[in-house]
């Protein structure tokens, strides 16, 4: 037994044996194909086309913050269409470099305590009052927004001028004359000084304004604009209360108190059933008769700079707002349409049509184009490159100042910086 034990073992140590070794010789087979072949080489990134010798070039935000009513990627669209020399947005950015250039020599008219007489009570008292903000607010903006377009200090420090003054000078807003009376004083403010903070949010990411200097702005807009005028009237049923929203919602924003900038945004759909009606009409702008026109323009215009900041910042599509038969867009083509068909008004009697100008509201439907495929593009027709803004040669109030520079074809929304 111990001899089959033995040859039993030693047979097992002969396979053993046998298989290790040709386990030693056993060799990968080589592919010939592959067997010089280099290491892959990782793609090389696209160089970036140089800018041609008279090129705009943006100066980059160092803030994920601002701009956001004017966002990064849509600077940079209008500046590549420029560059590019296209229309309509080279004429408009040589108007706006031509204006930007008008204000180099202004002085600011900032004032200790804001506030104007009543418009119906004498116009041209009221204007005159308030023509000091209504230009540094459009000086601030029209400079900013060259800066933030070609970079040129120049205007960046021209926009900043003005902005400092309001911010150092400004401790009041007073609303009512010395008899105790409203003056629409606070909705001129929320008006005019919502353009300003436009201008600064084309600032606030840029490193030519100084920190103290920015954060002057914002204790100015928090501790007098704010709470002597934005938020008085933020909740008037009227074009007051659409002002006052826009503007509270730009403050905020500055502020960089972004969940306040969402809790003001989110309180528009459930304010607009109460402004619009069925057919498109809205109410409490139509019952001024003569001038429910005008009014209607000057509502629908804080709406839709309200609907492009939520846009811009919360991410919502206020365009497209619809609640049953109501919806913006019906009102902002009830308002077309007696613009032009005055005499079928049926809120007054005209009796001739108004002569098309470039005013109000051609800024409105300009801005409107982006948003609505061109829809409005016949009627804004000879009047580009339009600025908002005006009537006549004066500066009015703060519409869609810039509507035709700033237009971005076939516009998308998706989180910033991306259009």
């Known amino acids: 037994m111990k001899t089959i034990h033995f040859y039993i073992n030693l047979l097992l140590i002969v396979v053993l044996t ?59 669209f209008v500046a590549g269409k420029i560059n590019k020399k296209e229309e309509p947005w080279k004429s408009a950015y040589n108007k706006l470099i031509e204006l930007a250039d008008s204000y180099q020599d202004r002085e600011h008219e900032a004032v200790e305590d804001f506030h104007t007489p009543a418009f119906y ?30 970079g040129d200090k120049k205007y960046g420090n021209k926009a900043i001028y003005f902005l400092n003054a309001w911010a150092a000078i400004n401790k009041t807003i007073t609303e009512n004359d010395k008899d105790g009376n409203d003056t629409g004083t606070v909705l001129t403010a929320a008006n005019l000084i919502s353009q300003m903070m436009i201008a600064a949010d084309l600032l606030l990411g840029q490193d030519i304004w100084a920190a103290t200097e920015k954060t002057a702005f914002k204790t100015w807009i928090q501790s007098v604009a704010l709470p002597q005028s934005f938020r008085l009237i933020r909740t008037k049923s009227n074009n007051w209360g659409d002002w006052g929203l826009f503007a509270t919602a730009m403050a905020y924003h500055i502020l960089e108190l972004n969940d306040k900038v969402k809790e003001e945004l989110d309180r528009i759909p459930a304010r607009l059933p109460k402004c619009i009606s069925a057919d498109g009409a809205m109410p409490n702008e ?13 509502a629908l215009t804080p709406i839709t700079l309200s609907a492009q900041l939520a846009y811009n910042t919360i991410e919502t599509n206020l365009f497209t707002w619809q609640s049953g038969e109501k919806s913006l867009k019906k009102a902002l083509d009830y308002l077309l349409y007696y613009e032009l068909n005055r005499t079928e008004w049926p809120h007054w009697t005209f009796t001739t049509d108004k002569v098309r100008s470039k005013d109000a509201p051609t800024d409105l439907y300009e801005a409107m184009n982006d948003y609505f495929d061109d829809e409005y593009k016949s009627f804004v027709g000879s009047f580009q490159p339009v600025l908002g803004g005006y009537k006549g040669n004066r500066v009015s109030h703060h519409g869609w100042t810039f509507a035709t520079l700033m237009r971005v074809t076939d516009r998308k929304m998706s989180k910033y910086p991306n259009l």
């Open 18 to 76: 046998f298989s290790f070794e040709s386990c030693a010789e056993f060799k990968v087979p080589v592919i010939e194909e592959y067997a010089n072949a280099e290491e892959p080489k990782p793609e090389e990134p696209e160089e970036p086309e140089e800018p041609g010798e008279n090129d705009l070039i943006i100066p980059i935000s160092q803030s994920t913050q601002f701009p956001r009513f004017h966002t990064q990627a849509q600077i940079e």
């Open 121 to 150: 009570g004498g116009q041209d008292e009221n204007i005159d009052a308030k023509q000091g903000l209504a230009l540094d607010s459009h000086a601030a903006y029209a400079n900013a927004l060259a800066y933030a377009l070609n």
């Open 286 to 298: 139509t019952r001024r008769e003569a001038n429910g026109l005008w009014y209607t323009y000057y």
